[in-house]
């Protein structure tokens, strides 16, 4: 079933409001309602002291309205009798401070104490609410993260290290802890990587990011635990917050739940840009889809302007809609809108939910409510639907994580990076997936592994089996410089992945901000009257068997190659030696789409975005325009709308007309 619902805060509010915020709701057509993730204060009022009358009070009105329940474990907010006189509870922050009581996410995720208080809670809720009938689901904690470098997680970090390396001689090796003397003669002088510190061994440093995720991964199964325990019916899962997140490891948080669900923002306060660039948000969906490969719920879709301390610019009329379809669009089994009220107090007092703090529906209130329409008619058609694109974008935590020790140029940002080549994709009309290097690619054509710096043998044979069964790989510069242990390999770059690319970098070039260089293709299907250029990096490259694509044409390594393209096994590898910006990428992806042999889902103007969705083998196609302006679009095929009353259920074929920030969902027939 399609859930459809809203984030609600009923111990924010008068009692006497609930029945005519259920109502509200029902008029909605939500199904859904997550409730208590920042509720610990009143649900254990006092240490040990449990009350969950409230809460049934709430979720009786709820489900008098139809309502299903997801209640969220209340651990990233703990109250002031929990925190206050226990100052080793707060997290310690990289630059040395502890923080203070007064916002939220302030515990240390190691810390023992914690830990009883959280199987305290979470023990009491998991045991009252196990076979509550309106409850269907947990979301654990809020929205993990945010590193901790306490006294206890320097302890925690040393216990960590010792069974991955075992010895300490093999940990000085990894290190290579002679560089300035670092040699650890025992497990408890190894520290954690203060900024106090200075730039520290990036081993220790890429080692301690992968403990921290560990420890909030770890964390979290402790929820688990006790919830499959008590809860055997109920899924489990956490909000993750989309492609933008980087200090946990995604991949390891999403692997012991039932589902992905995420918080889906387009507009946030801290980015005051008048125009929303639609393809950040599809990629976000996309990371979220390819942590389990498998469906998500959104479990925070916005739901007006957002706002702490400055007010956003507000969605537009129709925006949130458009948005919450571009989450189903690419995978979205469930919509919750955050909020349902605007809060009247506290520190999101501005971050506006359906309701206006007055509590009167606002405009944004009746576009869902048109939603909640469209949906009790198609979701059936859409749930379990899924996406099968052709096309896998590696997406590397322990790259990410390195990037942020050593970001190589100043100029340069893995997540952008990545952002950069996945739109000249989405504005093909391509649908990719995000992956683990690691991950089976044998469904797909077409890889790019972007920057992608560590490389083990797994990844290596990985990569190396996917192109010698036919697939075309995407490198560009950065790849394969590392090995597991961050330390630069000893061999020529890119390392293990230059037998496979048939080529070496015979020296690299760390541009500054305002240096260019040229580059000129040497394929005639490339040839272009204007170039684009290659900024913030250049790889000059000496083939190895490849065939150069393009060479460079200024300075002391102009007609150097700059791209080449390998034939290895059935496939091809191509190498990207620049990192260059977005022109780029728009230059090459038509030619690598056509390497591969993948087309593009509809031909269909630039701001008008395609996806498709599989149930079985009926075809689902999303078409949805996020420009101001009427887009026509040329169909291959004969579809009906799903969103449409009976009356306009008619098949369409041919060209069909989208208004602005409107969407289409068909069916083929
Ligand atoms: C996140 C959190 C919510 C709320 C919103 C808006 O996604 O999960 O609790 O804070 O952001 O700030
Ligand atoms: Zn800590």
Known sequence: MFYFGVDYYP???????????????????????????????????????????????????????GMRVVLGTPTASPPPWLMTGQPELFRVREDGRRVTYGNRREYCPNHPLYHDYTRGIVTSMATHYGAHPAVIGWQIDNEFGDRCYCPVCAHAFQQWLRSRYQSLDEL????????????????????????????????????????VSDSYVAYQQMQIDILRRHCPGHFITHNFMGFKYDRLNYYDLARNLDLVAWDNYQRMQWQMQAEVDPSQGALAADTMRGLKRQNFWVMEQQAGPGGWEIVSVPPRPGELRLWAYQSIAHGADAILFFRWRTARFGTEQYWHGLLDHDGRPSRRYEEIKRMGAEIKRAGGHIYGATVRPAVALLLSYDARFAFQIQQNNPQFYYPDHLHQLYRAFYQRHVPLDVAAPAADLSAYRLVLAPALHLVSETVADNLSRFVQAGG?????????????????????????LAELSGVEVDEYVSLAAESRNGLEFLLPELATAHPPEA?????????????????????????????????????????????????????????LLSLAGVRRLLAAAAGVEVTERWQGERRLLFVLNHGEREQEVTLDS?????????????????????????????ERV
């Open 11 to 65: 111990e924010q509010w008068p009692e006497e409001r609930w029945p005519e915020d259920a109502r509200l709701m029902a008029g909605a057509g939500f199904n859904v309602v997550r409730l208590a993730e920042f509720a610990w204060a009143r649900l254990e009022p006092q240490a040990g002291r449990y009350d969950f009358d409230w809460l049934d009070r709430a979720i009786a009105i709820l489900a008098g309205q």
């Open 172 to 211: 000085n090796q990894q290190w290579g802890t002679m560089f300035w003397s670092h040699r650890y003669g025992d497990w408890a002088e190894i520290p954690v990587p203060l900024t106090t510190g200075g730039s520290p061994n990036p081993g220790l440093a890429l080692d301690f990011y992968r403990f």
């Open 472 to 496: 075309v790989l995407v490198l560009t510069s950065r790849s394969g410089v590392k090995d597991e242990a961050n330390a630069v390999v000893n061999r020529p770059l890119p390392g293990l």
């Open 535 to 591: 900024t913030i990096w250049c790889d000059v490259l000496k083939p190895n068997g490849a065939t150069v694509v393009a060479r460079y044409t200024r300075d002391y390594y102009a007609g150097k190659p700059a791209i080449t393209l390998n034939q290895f096994g059935q496939g091809k590898v191509v190498y990207i030696g620049t990192l260059g910006n977005g022109p780029i990428y728009e230059t090459l992806a038509g030619w």
């Open 638 to 666: 004969r579809y009906v709308s799903l969103l449409d009353d009976a009356a306009g259920t008619a098949p369409v074929e041919g060209t069909v007309t989208v208004p602005p920030r409107d969407v289409l969902v068909l």
